[in-house]
């Protein structure tokens, strides 16, 4: 179990993030707001990207607008509003609770219920404990995260990797970095349904992708592609599923760290990056149904890097 004392967000501060990630967790603490304050708490998400959209996050509000949203105190930010709309208050002490197991999550505030909901598919997984600054002074004190048993099974270790035709590679158990060649390096596990995640940098424009459903056997199918290429208005920019559907991703990710999930189930495939939903088909290739996931390069003098690869098996 976790134990913090107190601690004062500024808007000057990143926000807190936990010293671990946690999967399903019971999560209690107090929180005081400013005036006109905004605030969020999120679990599992990663430190890259947009924490709010790419993490189960819950709001909490000075509420000011008087009006329920789903951005008011106890709701699932962006998704879903809170059972109930609480009073506007700040300067006020109030005890939070939240449990997170699976795909459910409750939350109460004050000993009363606002939230109990079931939560969407690619907010499954495991993740940091964040607390977001939101340009409003806020304190948390006595803050308990108590890990709950029951962590679904992860594939984290993608050794020995097998590359296609060429490339220059460093690899780990759960990283890779690509360069200078046209290649694809395959992970060891066969998976077919999954949730799909890492982080990812591409750098001079690079052009490459994650294939899934792919063999390193050239005598066998590649997989089909997840594209990464940072220029926005190519045929198929990051997050396109490549030949079946455009991304329509709306920012410049060339040098930076983002956040990719892939959902893949039968023949559909849902791109996200941040958090936000760029690219959806039911079209997948009727004759890939298993298959190793593939890293690829595609381009002399560029570089794509993923660390933190994680497939969910569903």
Known sequence: MT???????????????SDREYENAKVTFEYKLDQWAEAAVVLRTPKTG??????????LAHDFHKREGEYTTGA????KPPIKLLPPTYNIWHKIELTLNADRLTVHQDNELLQDTRIPIQKRGKGYLHFATLLHKYEFRNLKIEELKGESTYVTNWSPWQLRDAGAWQTSTNSATGSNGHGINYGNPKLSNLLFSAEIK???????GIFFRGSPDKQKDRGFEVQIYSPLDSVFPTGSIYGLKRSTIASN?????????????????????????????????????????GLQIHMENTQVEWRNIRALSL
């Open 76 to 79: 699932l930010a962006g998704l």
């Open 202 to 208: 591409s750098t001079n424009s690079a052009n490459g």
């Open 50 to 59: 947009r924490p709010i959209q790419q993490g189960v996050a819950v709001f």
């Open 3 to 17: 134990l913090i004392a107190c601690l004062l967000l500024t808007a000057q501060q990143p926000g807190f993030y």
């Open 253 to 293: 990710t060339e040098g930076q760290w983002f956040y990719m999930q892939v959902l893949v189930q039968g023949q559909t495939c849902t791109v996200w990056i941040d958090g936000v939903e760029v690219a959806s088909t039911d079209k997948l290739p009727s004759n890939l149904t298993e298959g190793q996931i």
